[in-house]
């Protein structure tokens, strides 16, 4: 099976930025469209960023502040956050899009306070 291994996480101020990477254990993401997920103590896990081979698509609530981008040749998907707030604050998972392909990794924790 197929393991999804998401990365970057941590402590982060307000403002802040982080980059996150999703790594599978085998090579397969040109294949499928991609997305980053987060899920929030208390709420639903949700989609926030997607990317086929060429269209990427944003949450309202990320839009303009968050870039989903995918290297086919490491095989890797990543997501830069810029101007972090605290309403971020989430474990982070990649999957596909929709998350119907793949197990869900551990996820990454993304804590944004000051």
């Known amino acids: 099976q197929v393991q999804l291994v998401e990365s970057g996480g941590g402590l982060v101020q307000p403002g802040g930025s982080l980059r996150l990477s999703c790594a599978p254990s085998?090579?397969?993401?040109?294949?499928?469209?991609m997305g980053w997920y987060r899920q929030a103590p208390g709420k639903q896990r949700e989609l926030v960023a997607s990317?086929?081979?060429?269209?990427?698509t944003y949450a309202d609530s990320v839009k303009g502040r968050f870039t989903i981008s995918r290297d086919n040749a490491k095989n890797t998907v990543y997501l830069q956050m810029n101007s972090l707030k605290p309403e971020d604050t989430a474990i982070y998972y990649c999957?596909?899009?929709?998350?119907?392909?793949?197990?869900w990794g551990q996820g990454t924790q993304v804590i944004v306070s000051s």
């Open positions: 085998e090579r397969i993401f040109s294949f499928y469209a």
């Open positions: 990317i086929t081979r060429s269209l990427s």
């Open positions: 999957n596909s899009d929709p998350p119907t392909r793949f197990a």
